[in-house]
């Protein structure tokens, strides 16, 4: 079992940053891929970005991509989000999350999830 939580959402304005960690427990850390999702009201979870098991492959969907960074730590077993230029359609609750599969996370492959941490970004 993997426990993940995450931490640092906000209410933040348009064109601000935010930077969003999660801290994951229970396993070996390198023994997944992580990713990021967003789900915003009435809307369908989304993927965001995802890291490779050893930090070394990255992706991101268009909608991000320029602007939001994603990092791992594997000494500290943590995952981050760095989140630049921040537009109000990047509202939702965002969610970690832990796959065996060494490629692109998705939500099909994705074995954990955290809680999620809510994101505003105001107009």
């Known amino acids: 079992q993997v426990q993940l939580v995450e931490s640092g959402g906000g209410l933040v304005q348009a064109g601000g940053s935010l930077r969003l960690s999660c801290a994951a427990s229970?396993?070996?850390?390198?023994?997944?891929?992580m990713g990021w999702f967003r789900q915003a009201p009435g809307k369908e979870r989304e993927f965001v970005t995802s890291?490779?098991?050893?930090?070394?492959?990255?992706y991101y969907a268009d909608s991000v991509k320029g602007r939001f960074t994603i990092s791992r730590d594997n000494a500290k077993n943590t995952v981050d989000l760095r989140m630049n230029s921040l537009k109000p359609e990047d509202t939702a609750v965002y969610y970690c999350?832990?796959?065996?599969?060494?490629?692109?996370?998705?939500?099909?492959?994705?074995?954990?999830w955290g809680q999620g941490t809510q994101v505003t970004v105001s107009s």
């Open positions: 999350a832990a796959s065996t599969w060494n490629g692109v996370v998705t939500k099909e492959n994705t074995d954990y």
């Open positions: 890291i490779s098991r050893s930090g070394g492959m990255t």
């Open positions: 229970g396993r070996t850390f390198t023994n997944y891929a």
